[in-house]
């Protein structure tokens, strides 16, 4: 079954522990993002990445860091969490050459205390 | 920059009516736009995707129009099934890319049994 897998998908944890969340992707895509949705934002892309060891800001990338050594995976890395990181957040893949519609991972629920 | 609206933010509808949900965004000059839904706890499932060169796209009971020159897209759902209830998003890529996607902020709909 093709799909995007997060983990975790629920993490509370404190101020300044770093944490890592996963993404992998079955699809051989080459394009891989990471969202996040908060109330009254809507969804914000963090960084995004057009292929291995290609990676790029978003909107929102202060605090966060990724990096993309397999096509599959394309974790996000919280070097220092704060409790503005609080957030749901989303991975995505796509195929490349023309623009396929984005898959969607299931979410991580992050709460920074 | 690109902004994109959704309008009604909420709806609310009798089962078996036909409804629209409009999205508008303010540089037409986009790739593709999507529409995706998104269930509480889930992530988003692409529902349609419409390229620039095309007018609608057709899936089952859905229907999307794309009016680029007036910054303007629709999806209609016909026959509403209570199946249907979630937050509806539409997307259309940043200028200049084809796949850094910029958000509405969605029409969350209940269809009543």
């Known amino acids: 079954e093709a799909q995007v897998t997060q983990n975790p998908r629920y993490l509370i944890t404190v101020t300044g522990k770093k944490l890592t969340v996963t993404c992998s992707q079955n699809?051989?895509?080459?394009?891989m993002s990471w969202y996040r949705q908060d109330p009254g934002l809507g969804l914000r892309q963090i960084y995004y990445?057009?292929?291995?060891?290609?990676?790029d800001k978003g909107d929102v990338p202060e605090g966060y860091k990724v990096s993309r050594k397999e096509k599959r995976n394309f974790p996000l890395i919280l070097e220092s969490p704060s409790p503005n990181q609080t957030s749901l957040y989303f991975c995505?893949?796509?195929?490349?050459?023309?623009?396929?519609?984005?898959?969607f991972g299931d979410g991580t629920r992050l709460s920074i205390l | 920059k690109q902004e994109v609206t959704q309008i009604p933010a909420a709806l609310s509808v009798p089962e078996g009516e036909n409804l629209v949900l409009n999205c508008s965004f303010t540089?037409?000059?986009?790739?593709?736009l999507q529409w995706f839904r998104q269930d509480p706890g889930k992530g988003l499932t692409s529902l349609l995707l419409i390229q620039s060169s095309q007018r609608e796209q057709t899936s089952g009971r859905l229907n999307a129009s794309l009016d680029k020159s007036s910054g303007r897209s629709t999806l209609y759902i016909a026959a509403s099934q209570p199946g249907d209830s979630a937050t509806y998003l539409c997307?259309?890529?940043?200028?200049?890319?084809?796949?850094?996607?910029?958000f509405g902020s969605g029409t969350q709909l209940t269809v009543l049994p």
């Open positions: 699809m051989n895509h080459e394009y």
């Open positions: 540089d037409s000059a986009i790739y593709n």
């Open positions: 990445s057009m292929n291995v060891e290609v990676t």
């Open positions: 997307a259309v890529p940043l200028s200049g890319s084809a796949r850094q996607l910029t």
């Open positions: 995505a893949s796509s195929s490349g050459g023309r623009p396929q519609p984005q898959h």
